[in-house]
């Protein structure tokens, strides 16, 4: 009778831990799921957002090639947002429109999460930054024809992007701290090519947290 009892008890005790496991089972099923569906969802609104911000970024390569020219002296021009550095008396291209109007669309589509546009010529006679910042003013001091603009177009391996027919000419880089302001950004580099020579490279750099918030609203 004993036994019986300890038998009859341990029953109900049995079908519970069954119960358990397979709840346990279908539950952990459902959150991977669930975890895999959003990660998609996410992963597709990265890839069109980007792409947008691509589309945009290369319209700007046909601005450029058809902004007019202007006589300028060695000094700092600012119209609005835009700064123009010539290091070089030099024939300009007068770019201030454009990049204001590309930041408008750019921040529309990242929620004004773009921290810096910069478009740098080769050779480096001039520069245009939105905004400027003292640390971009130091380092343009030391730019040159074939030095920092030419290394992180090779770095990035943007070199003669124009003989690719279907090859990206673009390239987003990793996330990294940027000296002097500390903001983690990722930076959008475009290198604007016209009969197989360098003329500028178009630098977008973007606030990561556009990434994270993005993965926040899922």
């Known amino acids: 009778m004993r036994t019986s009892n300890k038998n009859t008890n341990q029953h109900p005790l049995t079908l519970l831990k069954i119960f358990c496991f397979y709840f346990f089972c279908i539950f952990s099923s459902l959150y991977l799921i669930y975890n895999i569906y959003h990660i ?51 024939k300009v291209k007068i770019l201030s429109g454009g990049i204001s109007k590309l930041r408008s669309e750019l921040n529309q589509l990242t929620n004004n999460n773009i921290w810096t546009i910069a478009v740098f010529e080769n050779p480096a006679n001039y520069a245009h930054f939105d905004p400027i910042r003292p640390e971009y003013l130091d380092q343009f001091d030391k730019y040159g024809e074939n030095s920092v603009m030419r290394r992180i177009v090779e770095r990035e391996g943007l070199t003669n992007t ?13 996330s990294y701290i940027e000296d002097g302001s500390q903001t983690r950004i990722r930076t959008l ?25 993005d993965l926040k609203k899922i």
């Open 40 to 90: 998609e969802k996410f992963h597709q609104k990265y890839i069109t957002k980007i792409q947008a911000v691509y589309s945009y970024t290369r319209r700007f390569g046909s601005y450029y090639n058809n902004s007019q020219e202007e006589n300028k002296h060695e000094s700092i021009y600012t119209t609005g947002n835009v700064s123009l550095i010539v290091n070089t008396k030099s």
């Open 162 to 174: 124009y003989q690719s027919f279907y090859g990206c000419n673009l390239k987003l880089t990793e």
């Open 189 to 213: 580099y475009y290198p604007i090519y016209n009969k197989m020579h360098l003329d500028a490279l178009l630098a977008i750099d973007i606030k990561t947290k556009v990434f994270s918030e």
